[in-house]
């Protein structure tokens, strides 16, 4: 009977490691856009301008009622690049997406189009929406690129374009693609943006304040030779994309912030202070090589995807674009296997989560894209190809080591504990229960050694 109940035990502690409770928001066989008119879409399409198989979501942002999604211009047929949807209105959960800011702003037969194909959006606490735009279109067909990457600024109130600024030569280089974007906005009149280089390894510093940006360069930035292979459902490929993943934390008592970061192809997390990073000086100077961190390994096949830390809790979620999961470490513990957990998987709901973040609402939204199927393969329309997943960010990591008290462990220890004084009180002068203080110790050292799952 003791050891029935230990089996309980053990699968209880285990299984609450990882409830998996984000659920499906919103879902797409194809993304589709809000026309004047069906016949103004079906215009569209016959001349080839709108081709739903082309598009693809990539990044996400929610700010009051709109939750913003990106959609580069990989292939020809995406007439919008950056779109929204009114989070107030519960009738589809596959509505058409309305263009930011306008249908014009998205128009490449402009001399300077506004938008041409941005990855990434965030919108700040000032009332106003960053979006990154690499400028560069049909990257899986003819590529075109219409000019140096940019950061535009709009106004979230009027969305009023309030500032343009593209990238000068010297910061972009051969291969270079800007592909994500965290903004530290602690001070409104003193606000700056962080944008990764994946493709040219480096981080393009933007200061809202003196309106330039400077290019920063640490060999943490770039990938992990022995971390290019990927395996996602059946599709087996390679890449060697350079720094990805950024998140940055509340702001510190010295004014600044803390800077995660990760290259794609890579299993380490880095880390570096945003003072550094904000004096161009040093900065750009080969001095600051002793100030960034190494944090450590996520272990083997945990490539890391987009990132995001929740600055009340100080969780990071970060995507693990291999497993088809998104786990979790709070960053008030060490770096270490035990102090991170899987929050959610899904081999059919989270193929390639794309894009993470934390709204002002203290909910976590995951968006999943199926992208390696997207460029190897071809995505069947008549399946569910994208969503949007969400949950509170308490649901989330509730009985996870991201969990305000640190793991779930001493609750178990302790129930291990009040079982092990009864069995010893009523079998203290019997040999069984040695065996059974035996297989106690041994149940507990499993618990704490599998920790993370």
Request: charged share 20%; hydrophobic share 40%; aromatic share 10%.
């Amino acid at each position: 009977m003791l050891r029935f109940r230990l089996g309980l035990l053990l699968l209880w502690a285990v299984s609450a490691l990882a409830n998996d409770n984000l659920r499906v928001a919103y879902e797409w066989r194809e993304m589709d856009f809000k026309y004047a008119s069906p016949d103004q879409r079906w215009s569209a399409i016959e001349r080839g301008e709108f081709k739903p198989a082309n598009v693809i979501p990539f990044g996400l942002e929610v700010a009051g009622h709109r939750l913003f999604v990106t959609l580069p211009r990989w292939r020809d047929g995406v007439p919008a690049s950056l779109a929204y949807l009114d989070l107030n209105d519960t009738s589809n959960k596959g509505p058409a997406l309305k263009p930011f800011p306008s249908w014009q702003a998205h128009n490449l037969q402009e001399a300077e189009p506004e938008l041409v194909s941005p990855f990434r959006v965030r919108a700040d606490r000032c009332g106003r929406l960053w979006v990154l735009d690499s400028r560069i279109s049909g990257v899986l067909e003819q590529t075109k690129i219409y000019g140096a990457a940019q950061l535009l600024v709009y106004d979230l109130h009027n969305d009023d374009l309030l500032r343009r600024h593209v990238l000068p030569a010297g910061q972009l280089k051969q291969g270079s693609l800007l592909a994500n974007l965290a903004v530290e906005d602690s001070d409104c009149e003193n606000t700056f943006a962080y944008a990764a280089d994946l493709g040219s390894p480096g981080l393009v510093v933007y200061s809202w304040k003196d309106e330039e940006s400077w290019r920063v360069q640490h060999h943490f930035f770039h990938p992990d030779p022995m971390a290019g292979n990927f395996s996602i459902n059946g599709i087996e490929f390679q890449w060697d994309d350079g720094l990805y993943g950024l998140a940055l934390s509340k702001p510190l008592e010295t004014g600044y912030a803390t800077l995660y970061f990760h290259p794609l192809c890579s299993t380490t997390e880095f880390s570096v202070d945003t003072s550094i990073l904000r004096n161009k000086t040093l900065a750009t100077s080969p001095m600051i090589y002793r100030e960034f961190k190494v944090l450590g390994s996520r272990g083997p096949n945990t490539q890391a995807g987009a990132e995001f830390l929740d600055p009340d809790t100080g969780v990071l979620f970060y995507a693990l674009p291999n497993l088809n999961e998104v786990a979790c470490w709070r960053t008030a513990t060490d770096f270490s296997h035990s102090s991170q957990s899987r929050i959610y998987m899904n081999n059919d709901t989270l193929v390639f989560p794309s894009d993470i973040k934390v709204d002002d609402q203290k909910r976590l939204w995951v968006l999943s894209n199926q992208l390696p199927v997207f460029i190897y393969d071809e995505l069947y329309a008549g399946s569910i190809n994208f969503r949007i997943l969400t949950a509170s960010v308490k649901e989330a990591i509730e009985n996870t080591a991201c969990e305000i008290r640190t793991s779930p462990l001493p609750d178990v220890i302790n129930k291990l504990g009040d079982i092990l004084n009864t069995n010893i009180k009523l079998k203290s002068n019997s040999a069984p229960s040695f065996r059974n203080l035996s297989s106690l110790m041994i149940i507990g050292l499993c618990l704490l050694m599998s920790f993370r799952i």
